[in-house]
């Protein structure tokens, strides 16, 4: 399972059934983005 599926998950588990907290979503946007600074580096790599 990717992160972002694990993260998304956790505020909208299907489509019916999704927070309503905004706290949630602020926490899972964050993290969102702690993966995309984490991934960062990896993709500036230049290619062989």
Known sequence: ???VKKIVDTIAPNWWNFSKDPNEFLAARE????????LK???NKPKP
Not at 31 to 38: D, K, M, P
């Open 1 to 3: 399972m990717s992160a």
């Open 31 to 38: 993290r969102l983005a702690e993966q995309i600074l984490r």
């Open 41 to 43: 580096p990896a993709l």
